[in-house]
Antibody, heavy 120, light 106 residues
């Protein structure tokens, strides 16, 4: 059974970078699918941030393109989110998920989420 | 961006009730509509994909329907374990989500 788990600092200062790790067990991230980050803001609005594919290519939400980077460490079966120049508006719960980008465009496995607050 | 509007935002119903949740897109999404359930403190779970396909392991009391811009998630007989927030997600050029319907037991 696949499981995903987010980890990283829960508090980030404005203008700094937010960095999160998604650790995947039960499936090898180079075997298929795309590996995505999604965030949920206070008030429940959700935003798809981007993904890294099983082959290592990336695709980002245009609204974040200048600030976001998704990378991976295949030896550890992990992928990472970096969001630069954060503001208080980046305060959210961040989820990683496995994304089927070929047929039905679904996230069929999710992590529990990591709450990140941007505050000085 | 395609905007997704869910209604109601809060729904209170009794055990055994038939419950209907709505998700409306700002333009035609050609049935690329998925539903998720998120219980408090848990990871979101995929329920329904491509409008009406039941994800493996999901009880048959859950069903989906719709076309064009209007989509519905139905729970045929509400159970206590169905208390959760339900959100929809569409695919066009990229993904957008509804803001969710919180379902509680009356």
């Amino acid at each position: 059974e696949i499981q995903l788990q987010e980890s990283g600092p829960g508090l980030v200062k404005p203008s700094q970078s937010l960095s999160l790790t998604c650790s995947v067990t039960g499936y090898t991230i180079t075997s298929g699918y795309d590996w995505s980050w999604i965030r949920k803001f206070p008030g429940n609005k959700m935003e798809w941030m981007g993904y890294i594919s099983y082959s290592g290519s990336t695709n980002y939400n245009p609204s974040l393109k200048s600030r976001i980077s998704i990378t991976r460490d295949t030896s550890k079966n992990q992928f990472f989110l970096q969001l630069n120049s954060v503001t208080t508006e980046d305060t959210a719960t961040y989820y990683c998920a496995r994304y089927d980008n070929n047929y039905y465009y679904v996230m069929d496995a999710w992590g529990q989420g990591a709450s990140v607050t941007v505050s000085s | 961006d395609i905007q997704m509007t869910q209604s109601p935002s809060l729904l209170s119903a009794s055990v055994g009730d038939r419950v209907t949740l709505s998700c409306k897109a700002s333009q035609n999404i050609y049935k690329y509509l998925n539903w998720y359930q998120q219980k408090l403190g848990e990871a979101p779970k995929l329920l329904i994909y491509y409008t009406n396909s039941l994800q493996t392991g999901i009880p048959s009391r859950f069903s989906g329907s719709g076309s064009g811009t209007d989509y519905t998630l139905t729970i045929s007989s509400l159970q206590p374990e169905d208390v959760a927030t339900y959100f929809c997600q569409q695919y066009n050029s990229w993904l957008t989500f509804g803001s969710g319907t919180k379902l509680e037991i009356k």
